[in-house]
């Protein structure tokens, strides 16, 4: 019995010292790790990952084009130099197309969709789901997305007579939960004052996750041997039943009916319908990644933004007047033309996505062996590699003073003058995010309609600076968002 229970013990020591001794036999410059933690031993407790990745970013960018952490017991490529991003981003995209995301479709049909998909799979997927993002159809959502900012105004309105200081997170993911559950499910909720309402709740278990499910997440992250041995998905059970009954009824009720509807719930009826044919849980689960991946990117963008233009008086100032001068020439309307010709507000949005990345870090995975140019190294098939955002846009060799938020930095003279490749919030090539265009508009109809009616001020309990919550899944101020509104 000893025997066996020393050689199980001996076998578990030479699986893990092979694990964290990956890195050295590469050759690639590295972070330490130990099990069961890895390098990432504070992340999810004490920091966040961005913030553990931009420290280490910030260590090894002099040094390296690439260097290795241990992300728990995953062996992972975090990369500092912006040649080597382009290239494994667009020139050898068909080698990194993937996200190196373990899938198990049995375990929850939700994950099926186009972030979770690779291969071929993805590929048609993509091609099927792309038409549905033109700025054709932009515009067509954009009464949509614009009735549903005046109701947050109208709700912040009556809030605003009781007390001036809100803590403006849950607004703005209420507001851009409210407007992806009208797009992609076609429903009318009501969340603002409702935090409890069934998308909020549904919204609250993909974000802010409990220290198991942080758990659990990073099991899948780590090892898909792991996770699919015990079955194991990102969604509680309760958020896929959630989301596979409220296609299931919706579409019904549709083609029940014969409603439609301008939103993306119907276009992807429409596919289902053509000759290129779109299965139920094709519909339940991209229907689920807009959502999941529309409400708190956008949510994000308005929350730091705001954050900002309150602590820069003169910046929010000179945003206004354009707002302003641009609305007078359309008599006062909000529309999709009226946002294009806001040049200001475009660069308030850039500057906001540098300072604070909505996706702070982006994966990829690589199919084949790759040497990186111009060095001796070499990715094996296989690797998990991380595009550290956060760290990359607040890199003082392409941004001076990167702490300072200036939206100047995104005149187009000044950014002529960066480098390619520094400034990706929405990444590049292939799997560029294919929301883009709709995360930009719902953001700036929001802002545009906000600022026109209240200046936003720091408050008591706004914390300068921000620190982002450890356990929060994306860049999240710990303990909210807290600002001052003054009605005009
Ligand atoms: C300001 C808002 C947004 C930001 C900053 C953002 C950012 C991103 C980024 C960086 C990626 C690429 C991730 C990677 O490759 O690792 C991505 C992918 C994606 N985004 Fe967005 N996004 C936003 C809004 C939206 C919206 C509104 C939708 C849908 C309605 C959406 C749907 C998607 C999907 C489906 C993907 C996966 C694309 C693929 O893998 O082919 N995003 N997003």
Known sequence: MFLYLAAILFLFYIWIKSIFTYWEKLGFPYVPGKFPLGSTTNV?????????LTREYNNFKHKTPAFGIYHMLRP?????DPELIKEILVKSF??????????????????GNLFFKSGQEWKDLRAKLSPTFTSGRMKMMFPLVSTIADDMIEYLKDIVEKSDTHEMKEIYSSFTTEVIASVAFGLDTKCHGNPNNDFRRMARSIFEPTAMENIKNLIIISSERISKLFNMSFNRQETTDFFLRIVRENLEYREKNNVKRNDFFQLLINIKNSEIGMTFNEIAANSFVFFAAGFETSSSVMTFSTYELALNQDIQDRLRSEIHEVLEKYNGEVSYDAIKEMKYLDMVFKETLRRYPALDNQNRKSTHDFKIPNSKLIIPA???IIIPVHGLHNDERFYENPEKFDPERFSEENIKKRPSFVYIPFSEGGRMCIGYRFGTMESKVGLIKLLSVFRILPSEKTSIPIQFSPTASLQTPLGGMWLKLQRL
């Not at 999810?44 to 553990?52: D, K, N, V």
């Not at 992972?76 to 500092?80: A, E, P, R, S």
């Open 382 to 384: 296989g690797t998990n």
């Open 94 to 111: 068909d080698n990194f197309h993937s996200h190196g995301i373990a899938i198990n479709e049995k375990a929850d049909p939700l994950n």
């Open 44 to 52: 999810g407790r004490t920091e966040h990952m961005s913030t553990f």
């Open 76 to 80: 992972t490529l975090v990369l500092t």
